[in-house]
């Protein structure tokens, strides 16, 4: 047996015996013999300097990286559509319903970090965190430190899996035993803070695993169902959790919520709901997704920890729109893993309604990580007194504009608004600037006047000196280059970010996306309110937004100063020509031929463009097998329908 052939029959084995202590949880050997042939296999690779892709030392936690690379997922990983209420699931079934027969599968929801596993050829290569959907950032050095996923695979083509990074509480309560000096607070951030560590040795020490429960993307014989989906990764020697019914009603799916509300208390993974997914592909396929969801899936949400606690005071925070909101300061109270000192209400009309008084007991709430919200008013004690409505904005004096329920600062130099302007214009999905917080851009506008979006491409290392020559408190140069050098990287921007990044009122990321579809600033400048209005995500407030932003002088300023800067947004090329272009594509029904994602690139290598859902501007639709209720729309507006043997004609 030569040495290549004798480290493939080592980690053929110690595989094997990894997938019955990680994942089967019934180890078959003592760790001693585990130990042993590893560190053969350790000294083989050292001798020969070859490392098979499949081999377990790959797993040993690295150097620390530099920063985390974006990589775009090969098909869309969407995030789920959240019910709260019997009300909210049965209105799903209703959808459900209307797109087909249907059965539903059930598993649990697990409170961690998503992750995506690409295989090429039966190998891993890559991991990645969810992110916008889109794109996420590289993490396959912190994946690698985790044992409960395979390194290689006997599915030959392309694929990308997908699961929930967890910590489970046993763990997490062992790590705080042994770091006492620097506790974790819950489980999902400590899931989420190991993923998304710089250091895979972090990664390593916290003990993560993987979850996983769905395929995300097969480049050949794609699953048609969740079932097959499970069967298939449970095949490949995935790691999966033990719950998973499929129902053939409404009736069972409540029943198995049921069980796992009780269930889920005894287990030793933090989850919050359940999720509910149609089985199968041909009606998902009708259902489609909107921007954001699938319309075919979606989380059972239980209800949420509340605990009482009372309002020490309340202080106004001023967004980067000039909206006030109330942010209430609170006793300590323990809630959800973490302990809460402050709490927050929509608006002053919010505050009123639920009638939150000074030094009054309240009841708030904590989900999903977000800053807690107060529910409403328990009791009052003779110390109650109202909050008082503000008259002037407290940060800068200036007048307070009152609308409906919500309170503005007029002024657009009050230094709040300001910084968040700039933080909404640096954030990850708009102008994407690494490293460039909130704290930092303060700092920028304090000392050294950075109000525009066009003075932080004007400065330079002196711009982060004291007059003394020392850098600011808490700034090196190492820290400093690479603000600079994110800055530089922010210039070449998509379109659609760059729209976003202006922070335009009404102006989200789905809007933004519609109006790069025009092609340039100067294009979405001058369209008129009509066809603002007529753009499917633009309804007409956000329009009178758009032409107002773009009427002011002092806007249509800073966009010339931007580009003369250098900022350059750009439009993703499209095919120019090719037999789908001027074409709006539909996709409805399941293709023989190839998954969703792959006909959707090739259409848009071809010129096209595809849509989500049947509209006026649909131009075709490709009807696969089981086309449902796109089909029927398409016919009721005369539109072009063609089947898969076409399709593929067109395709050549």
């Known amino acids: 047996m030569t040495e290549t052939e004798r480290m493939r029959a080592l980690c053929e084995t110690l595989n094997k015996w990894a997938y019955e202590y990680y994942v089967l949880d019934d180890p078959s050997v003592p760790d001693r013999e585990y130990d042993r042939l590893y560190d053969e296999l350790r000294e083989l690779e050292r001798e020969t300097g070859i490392t098979l892709p499949e081999s377990p030392t790959r797993r040993v936690g690295g150097d620390p990286i530099k920063g985390f690379e974006r990589h775009t997922h090969i098909a869309r990983l969407y995030s789920l559509d959240k019910a709260v209420t019997e009300d909210e699931l049965s209105a799903f079934f209703t959808r459900v319903k209307k797109a087909g027969e249907a059965t539903y599968t059930v598993e649990y929801k697990y409170d961690g970090l998503t992750v995506c596993l690409t295989y090429e050829g039966g190998a891993f290569v890559r991991a990645t965190t969810r992110g916008n959907g889109v794109e996420g950032e590289d993490v396959t050095a912190q994946a690698l430190t985790v044992p409960s996923f395979p390194l290689t695979i006997s599915y030959p083509g392309t694929l990308e899996v997908r699961g929930e990074a967890v910590i489970r509480l046993s763990v997490l309560e062992k790590y705080n035993a042994e770091h006492p000096e620097e506790p974790l607070k819950n489980a999902r951030n400590a899931a989420a803070g190991a993923i998304r560590n710089l250091d895979p040795k972090v990664t390593r020490a916290r003990h993560p695993e993987i979850l996983f429960y769905d395929v995300n993307y097969m480049s050949e014989s794609p699953v048609s169902s969740q079932t097959e989906a499970r069967e298939f990764l449970k095949r490949e020697g995935f790691k999966l959790f033990p719950y998973f019914k499929h129902c053939k009603s409404p009736e069972e799916v409540f029943a198995c919520i049921d069980e796992i509300e009780v269930e889920r208390r005894k287990l030793d993974v933090l989850t919050d709901g ?145 910084v968040q302007r700039l933080t909404h214009y640096c954030s990850k999905n708009a102008a994407d600037v690494e490293g460039m917080s909130e704290a930092t851009l303060q700092i920028l506008l304090e000392k050294r006047g950075v109000k525009q979006f066009s003075d932080l491409y004007t400065l330079t290392k002196d711009s982060f000196r004291e007059e003394d020559g020392t850098f600011f408190e808490g700034f090196g140069e190492k820290k400093i280059a690479n603000l600079l050098s994110a800055l530089e990287k922010s210039k070449k921007i998509p379109l659609d970010r760059f729209l976003y990044a202006l922070g335009v009122e009404g102006i989200g990321r789905v809007a933004a996306r519609d109006l790069a579809a025009f092609g340039s600033v100067e294009a979405v400048k001058n369209l008129t309110f009509e066809e603002l209005v007529a753009i499917e995500n633009v309804g007409e407030i956000t329009a009178r937004s ?59 290598a071809l010129g096209g463009v595809v849509g989500s859902a049947v509209t006026q501007k649909t131009t075709l639709v490709v009807a696969g097998e089981k086309a449902g209720s796109k089909l029927e729309k398409a016919k009721k507006l005369g539109i072009r329908v063609i089947g898969e043997e076409e399709f593929l004609a067109m395709l050549g």
């Open 274 to 418: 359940a999720v509910v997914k149609v089985n199968e592909e041909g009606v998902r396929s009708d259902m489609g997704a909107t921007d954001k969801f699938p319309r075919w899936a979606i989380a059972y949400k239980f209800e949420a920890e509340e605990a009482e606690t009372t309002v020490e005071n309340v202080l106004w925070q001023v967004g980067r729109t000039g909206k006030l909101t109330p942010l209430a300061e609170v006793s300590p109270v323990e809630l959800a893993g973490a302990t809460v000192r402050r709490a927050t209400l929509n608006n002053y009309g919010d505050l009123t309604r639920k009638d939150v008084k000074l030094r009054s007991r309240v009841l708030i709430r904590r989900s999903n990580e977000v800053i807690p919200e107060i529910l409403g008013a328990v009791s009052h004690v003779e110390g109650s007194v109202p909050v008082e409505k503000p008259q002037v904005c407290p940060y800068c004096g200036s007048p307070i504009r009152e609308v409906g329920a919500n309170l503005f600062c007029v002024n657009r130099a009050c230094p709040p608004r300001i």
């Open 546 to 604: 758009i032409l107002a932003y773009f009427a002011d002088e002092e806007n249509a300023a800073e966009l010339t100063r931007l580009l003369a800067l250098g900022v350059e947004p750009f439009v993703k090329a499209h095919a120019a020509e090719g037999r789908f272009a001027g074409e709006t594509v539909v996709l409805t029904g399941t293709l023989a031929s190839m998954p969703r994602p792959e006909a959707q690139k090739r259409i848009e």
